[in-house]
């Protein structure tokens, strides 16, 4: 569970049931490594069924096995800045939770700053 999630549970703002549906959501909604890839330029289309095709038989994660069989012409620090992209890009808990109808955005928004002054 994440650490935003664990705080709604705590607080009684949603439930843990609400809160792994949401991060399920989450998971599903996040864009694929290698798509984001193949937009960047950074690998083609052919590369990246490649590697998935790859990826099936040892069950390494897709950066991971991009670099292990040098295809294309990606570094280590190119799947970092395709990581954070990917991350950056990802729907936050919170706005997935309003979505489900769990908490409206005033809770939200209040919730959000009551975590950030918690947080180290």
Known sequence: MS???????????????QVLEALNMQRRRQRPLGEIAVEE???TKEEVFHTL???M????LFGELVLELGIGNISAQDIDR???KQRQERPAIGSILVEMGVIDIEVL????????????
């Open 3 to 17: 650490r935003f999630g664990a705080f709604l549970v705590e607080r009684g703002l949603a439930t843990p049931e």
């Open 41 to 43: 330029n950074i690998l």
């Open 53 to 55: 095709n790859r990826q």
């Open 57 to 60: 038989e040892n069950r390494k």
């Open 82 to 84: 395709l990581l954070e």
């Open 109 to 120: 928004t209040s919730a959000l700053e009551q975590f950030q002054r918690q947080a180290p």
